[in-house]
């Protein structure tokens, strides 16, 4: 495996771009939703849904600069690993949903 020659300027894109990335999917998803409620407060379930998709963004950004740009791997693996991300980012919301849901049938 051969690590291949990064520039300054790849280092900066790759550092910078996926937290914006995730920044604007937020934004977009919570105007998007608040559109579609009238301009009212959205639901809990929105919230998170909006949170889970850009912290996926977040992570599939920065497996795309790890694996195109610093490695140089095939695109085979990177497929891989957004599929091992995604399925991590679904079970990790699941698990907080199903620990939230615990916590509130004890509290009442």
């Known amino acids: 495996m051969q690590i291949a020659s990064i520039d300054s300027v790849d280092i900066v894109f790759w550092i910078f771009f996926p937290p914006i990335g995730a920044l604007v999917a937020y ?3 919570y105007t998007m939703a608040r ?4 301009g009212r407060p959205i639901s809990p379930s929105a919230k998170r849904i909006a949170c889970y998709g850009s912290i996926f963004i977040l992570g599939t950004g920065y497996l795309m600069a790890i694996f195109l740009t610093v490695f140089r791997l095939p695109d085979v693996g990177l497929c891989a690993s957004v599929i091992v991300w995604a399925a ?5 919301a699941l698990w907080r949903h199903r620990k939230e849901k615990r916590s509130e049938d004890k509290g009442t």
């Open 27 to 29: 934004g977009v998803a």
């Open 88 to 92: 991590l980012v679904v079970w990790f």
């Open 35 to 38: 559109s579609v409620t009238g």
